[in-house]
């Protein structure tokens, strides 16, 4: 355990879903949490990684509260189920930590046919926690946490080619994403101003993880010397996570993007709230949201 981990009871009776819990900063989050006595639930692809991210989570904090749930997040019908799984099994939500995300070197389609950095690392987002929105309103106070990038700087979105079909760049197509992220979070604390739960979005820091290892050989060679230059460890990635799940200093703080700790500025262009509801509105048209 991180021998700076302050180990609390502040986290007491809560329940937390972090997705992308499985390794680097959702799993270091999920093992805070725990040890401040929340409910964990960690979300992942594949049951082996969630089943062994538990067993670790209790073999460092044996009186932690840990279970999961499974679903690959770029699949509409996976995010649907995983809401369904929740509501069968919990009665409310006091956080939700929307982390999961991935960067592909080249085009692909999610199973939905959508660009698959967008559909994981946006409509993931979105999907969820608005399936999930009536049982946080439901337990408010409560908070959402979005995990974005200092990537969205200088990465306005292109209304025109949300798919990124014109001109795919890994490092432009991730950092479109995160500028989603970023504007998502200011039209959702917009919307639930009144609702007593909040919501803010933070850049983690280069964090050493495995992101990106799913694009071949030269990714699994080369971003590990990267990291070990330019990277910071899982522990204070997540600080800024954990700090805005559990610090009462942010109680009632909304639509704000975090870094270190602090309330800094995001990209000009993502103070633009007609951006944000034109992405609403689209992102409720690609998820079925629209007619519900």
């Known amino acids: 355990m991180n021998a700076n981990m302050v180990q ?8 937390c879903l972090i997705t992308g819990a499985t390794s680097g900063i959702g ?32 073999q460092q904090a044996p009186s932690a509260n840990v279970d999961f749930l499974v679903a690959d ?38 199973v939905d046919g ?5 559909a994981t690392n946006h409509l993931n987002y979105f999907l969820l926690t608005n399936l999930l929105l009536d049982t946080l309103k439901a337990s408010a106070p409560a908070r959402i946490v979005n995990v974005a990038s200092k990537s969205h700087l200088q990465s306005p ?23 989603a992220n970023v504007i998502f979070t200011y039209e959702l604390a917009h919307r639930l101003a009144d609702a007593g739960v909040t919501v803010n979005v933070l850049h983690p820091g280069l964090v050493v993880t495995n992101m990106g290892k799913n694009n071949g050989l030269v990714a699994k060679i080369f971003q590990p010397l990267y990291l070990k230059w330019r990277g910071i460890p899982v522990e ?41 509801k034109r992405l609403w509105e689209i992102s409720e048209r690609m998820t079925g949201l629209a007619d519900a």
């Open 73 to 110: 997040l770029s699949s509409l019908e996976q995010i649907r189920k995983l809401a369904e799984e929740f509501h069968r099994r919990f009665s409310r939500l006091d956080v939700l930590v929307n982390n999961a995300g991935a960067l592909f070197l080249r085009r692909q389609l999610s």
């Open 157 to 179: 979105l292109d209304f025109d080619d949300l798919q990124n079909e014109v001109d795919y760049g890994l490092r432009k197509v991730y950092g479109r994403s995160k500028f």
């Open 8 to 15: 609390s009871n502040t986290m007491e009776s809560k329940i």
């Open 236 to 276: 204070e990635g997540a600080r800024t996570v954990v700090y805005l799940v559990s610090s009462p200093e942010v109680e009632g703080v909304t639509g704000k993007y975090f870094y270190k700790e602090k309330a800094i500025d995001s990209d000009p262009a993502t103070y633009v709230k007609e951006d944000w």
């Open 27 to 58: 799993k270091q989050t999920a093992l805070e949490l725990a040890v401040m006595g929340a409910a964990v639930i960690v979300v992942g692809r594949s049951p082996e990684k969630c089943t062994r991210t538990a067993e670790e989570i209790m």
């Open 114 to 118: 959508f660009e698959m950095t967008f």
